[in-house]
């Protein structure tokens, strides 16, 4: 149970379903992998692989287009990582996951 609560979010209504990008980053070709964590019911990190960081305006439509595919207004904060990003412990790559407590 604990994945599958690990792998939603959470509104800060308490409404949780599980959040799709597929779409979401076809017009940012320079981001090869991407994984979004929520921090709180306010604010989720976009954790962003790219060969450089995006500028100011690519972060700006970026995450306007992410808090439309959420469908609420989160503070989107975006890490860079030059390299894959870490898989779980047992080898799985989750694209979202929700530090909340449960």
């Known amino acids: 149970m604990l994945g599958k609560i690990r792998n939603l979010v959470t509104l800060p209504s308490g409404k949780r379903f599980r959040p799709r990008f597929i779409d979401e980053f076809k017009e940012f070709p320079m981001v090869r992998q991407y994984q979004m964590i929520q921090r709180t019911q306010q604010d989720i990190e976009a954790r962003l ?48 996951v929700s530090r909340l407590p449960a």
């Open 49 to 96: 692989v790219v060969d450089t960081p995006l500028s100011a305006e690519h972060e700006s439509r970026l995450r306007t287009v992410l808090q439309r595919a959420i469908g609420y207004p989160f503070h989107i904060s975006f890490i860079y990582f030059s390299d894959d990003l870490p898989r779980g412990p047992r080898g799985k790559f989750e694209e979202f």
